[in-house]
């Protein structure tokens, strides 16, 4: 009954009633929006982090990370990768060797990064066969390259030359090879296309002379909520025997600036909020103040207060649901739109995202929690914005009321 009572009260106002559904509307709309962009723009980063190339945890030799040198390798053999698979929420198990080398051809030379990869298991996690631009993709025991697209364009070759290799291998030894370009790679993230050579791994450990040894092990697990708890089994299973790091821990940067950005949108929205947060109770103190007799006469009638109060809270949180269902009304279909349709930057503005390596396109999130998020904010506000006509109810003076 005073449900009943409270959606009636509603609409004896409508404009008032509107202008507050309005506000809480429109916040929940772009509160949504910026949230699904945020996390959706996270998520690639992420993506693009473990996805193309680090993976969300990898073992290496102790101090391997510190030093990043041929010095630090590990043995790694069947036994260790099936203990490493066997872990729980490990998916992949991809073992690398890593180091740097002058790539030379004709008059142009260039120092990069040298990574010796399984073909098949590194397809199976980074996908890295999806982006081959010209030529073919590695094969298991195969003796060629594939470049980086700006690697390849600054060396100036093109599929089938054939580049000269220089490094130092194990313990100083000489490592020299010649190398033919199997493959060029384009990576719709523009800081991989300045990474490097990608060369099969026993013809990695060939040319580094460290026979059965790898620099990393890198693994990807079921979603990043499971890092740390398979970082800690890891840790339990091997003790100090290896050096076993998570993709933050390895990239600090753009944890700290994904953090830094949730920060600053934590104050963004809860200035947004605020303003909603106004606009409900300033349509409280305004129904209030119309309806001061009203209540006044309800109470002489016979009408307890906690009865009041309660028909009042009803009308308050009606106002914030009807604002919520609407705004989820229009922010569902839109996010779901835009989550598989992002949106591309062009021009000086996507040039200006690859500066900073980053890929030149909006994406969006549809992960339950930014919906629901709306909700648990909405019913704070309304709980407190309900302290103004809970206080004032039971402060309520018949005679004052009834002369108003």
Known sequence: MNLKLAWRNLWRNKRR????????????????????????????????????????????????????????????????????????????????????????????????????????????????????????????????????????????????????????GFHGASAAALLPVRGILKFPAPTMNNLGAYIDLNAAQDFFSVPDRCTSIVLMVNGYSRVDQVKSRLVAKFGNRYEIMTWDEMDPLTKNMIDADRSGAYITKGILYALVGFGIFGTVIMMMAERRKEMGVLIAIGMQKHKLGTTLFYETLLIGLVGVIAGFAVSCPLILYLVYHPIPFTGETAKAYEQFGFEPVMYFSAKWFIFARQVLIVFILVLLVYLYPLAKTARLRLTKALRA
Request: without cysteine; aromatic residues 10%.
């Open 17 to 168: 009633t509107l202008i507050t559904v309005a506000s809480i509307f429109f916040g929940v709309l772009l509160s949504t929006f910026m949230t699904s962009m945020q996390e959706g723009t996270y998520s690639r980063m992420i993506d693009n982090v473990v996805g193309f190339y680090s993976g969300y945890v990898q073992v290496h030799a102790p101090d391997y990370w510190a030093n990043k040198t041929i010095e630090y390798t590990l043995p790694v053999n069947d036994s260790l990768l099936k203990a490493i698979g066997n872990t729980p929420d490990v998916k992949t198990v991809v073992p690398r060797l890593e180091s740097y080398a002058l790539l030379s051809f004709q008059d142009n030379t260039k120092g990069a990064a040298l990574l010796g990869i399984d073909p098949e298991k590194e397809n199976q996690m980074t996908n890295l066969a999806h982006w081959i631009d010209r030529g073919s993709y590695l094969q298991n025991g195969d003796d060629g390259a594939l470049l980086a697209f700006n690697l390849a364009r600054n060396l100036g070759v093109e599929v089938g030359d054939t580049l000269v290799v220089i490094s130092q």
